[in-house]
């Protein structure tokens, strides 16, 4: 594997949406493969634009309060630039703690929203990027021993950061603070690697969209393991899969069938169904399940499990393997997904622009016109005389938005209105007397507890300035 270091970073929020919800903390350490730290721990905070308000739950989780990251943090201008430069480094693997799920998608907003490539990080100048929580899912599979785990009353294990580093003696200073989950989870995988070096370096192996297509290819007419969430704690968050075929309308889409699932119930359903928007939901519900190549799923082959270890995870690695005879002999399921699947599912857009990163693609027009504006606007605040007509009609509301967000010095008399209407539109539908309502509701809720009230209390100042601020604009 060729990549000079590691870069492992995480990001606090103000709310779970990875596309509305804004960044209060990033932080990033970069090590060798041997996980010696190469260069000064970089953690930012991240203010807040006028038109956002913030979630209280996520407050009580990280304690950073937004009137302290407006004073000490970076607009997310520069902020989504700074993220920019550490990830387009070259030859670097990129990882998280189920950053494939949450901190990666975080990342695509705010680059799209700044005006930079969402996907190129990715995969560009060598890079590929991984999740950790894959990592030790597979481990736990594979190398039971290699940690101590906790366990719910369900008898489900957790992966839950903090339960591994309490299970295993590892320092974790300060829980949900980005910077101090890193250094708990690079002590993790230090432990891991030492346990299996082998299979640790496989593992980052896989994390490769070339690899995964290339396994896929090469056990069509096998039976292979699926390492996923999606088959439940209690599960051990693994199936027994069989290739199915390539979805005809979205490349980056496979489709898999549960083997603990009866083929023939699947055909028989699946001959009943219609077309519409839902139809992956409902081939779910029937063991045939969609597999995202873009989000680095774990496939291992059939001997990489052995016996014993099918019985500790409670695989019937033998009825799996009739059922998937029985598949074969089904081809004409096939036949079936790809007539119900050949029309494209009607994508509802949203009209917030903010929420269409995944409408299309940047066209070779725009990115040339974005690359040149990183180039004039790396550091420097975005001119109003930077007018352009871009091909895509995302981007002239974007760079509007954009600039009255992290530059409302540039806005002009009209732009200035139009800024206003916006946020008071913003107000109106979020259904700010509910807002206020909850905050008021969990102040009652906590009154005898001091740290919480001070939250709370602090954020409804908060929020009553940025009202009058809107107001008064």
């Not at 209060?24 to 807040?48: H, M, R, V, W, Y």
């Not at 998280?96 to 680059?111: A, C, H, M, Q, S």
Request: positive net charge.
């Amino acid at each position: 594997m060729k990549f000079k270091k590691f870069i492992f970073y995480d990001y606090e929020t103000y709310g779970l949406n990875v596309s509305l919800d804004k960044i209060s903390q990033f932080a990033c350490i970069q090590t060798d493969e041997n996980f010696n730290i190469l260069s000064k721990p970089i953690s930012i905070l991240g203010s807040l634009p006028l038109d956002y308000f913030p979630n209280l739950d996520s407050i009580f989780i990280n304690k950073i309060l937004p009137q302290y990251s407006n004073i000490y943090g970076m607009n997310e201008y520069y902020l989504a630039r700074n993220i920019y430069k550490i990830f387009t480094q070259k030859n670097v693997c990129i990882l998280g703690y189920n950053n494939i799920n949450f901190d990666n998608l975080i990342t695509r907003n705010i680059f799209y929203r700044n005006f930079l490539d969402p996907y190129e990080w990715e995969w560009k100048n060598g890079n590929f990027t991984g999740d950790v929580l894959s990592i030790l899912r597979v481990f736990y599979v594979l190398e039971p021993f290699c940690l101590k785990w906790f366990y719910k009353h369900s008898g489900a294990v957790s992966f839950k950061l903090s339960h591994i580093t309490e299970k295993n003696s590892i320092v974790h200073f300060k829980k949900h603070d980005a910077l101090s989950d890193i250094f708990a989870t690079i002590e993790i995988l230090k432990i891991l690697k030492s346990y299996n070096e082998k299979l640790f370096f496989l593992l980052l192996e896989l994390f490769n969209k070339e690899k995964i297509l290339n396994f896929v290819t090469k056990n069509q007419n096998k039976p292979f393991f699926y390492i996923s969430s999606i088959f439940g704690a209690l599960n051990f968050n693994i199936g027994v899969v069989s290739f199915l075929m390539f979805h005809p309308t979205n490349k980056n889409i496979i489709l898999v069938y549960d083997l603990k699932n009866s083929p023939k119930d699947a055909l028989f359903s699946i001959k009943n169904f219609s077309k519409n928007c839902n139809i992956l939901k409902k081939l779910f519900k029937i063991g045939i399940l969609s597999v995202y190549i873009n989000k680095n799923p774990i496939f291992l082959s059939y001997n990489m499990i052995n016996t014993k270890n099918c019985i500790r995870l409670k695989i019937n690695y033998i009825f799996c393997q009739k059922n998937f005879f029985i598949l074969k002999k089904f081809y004409n399921i096939i036949f079936f997904l790809r007539k119900i699947l050949q029309i494209k599912s009607q994508i509802c857009i949203n009209k917030n622009v903010d929420l269409q990163l995944y409408k299309n693609f940047l066209t070779f027009y725009d990115k040339k016109i974005l690359y040149n504006f990183f180039l004039i606007c790396s550091y420097n605040i975005p001119e109003i005389t930077f007018q352009t007509k871009f091909f895509d009609s995302r981007l002239s509301e974007l760079f509007f938005r954009m600039r009255a967000r992290n530059f409302f010095i540039t806005l002009n008399d009209l732009e200035k209105k139009k800024w206003k209407k916006y946020c008071l539109n913003v107000i109106n539908n979020m259904n700010f007397s509910e807002y206020i309502h909850k905050i008021n509701l969990l102040s009652r809720l906590f009154v005898n507890k001091s740290k919480k009230i001070f939250l709370i209390k602090n954020f409804l100042l908060y929020i009553q300035k940025k009202i009058l601020k809107i107001q008064n604009l």
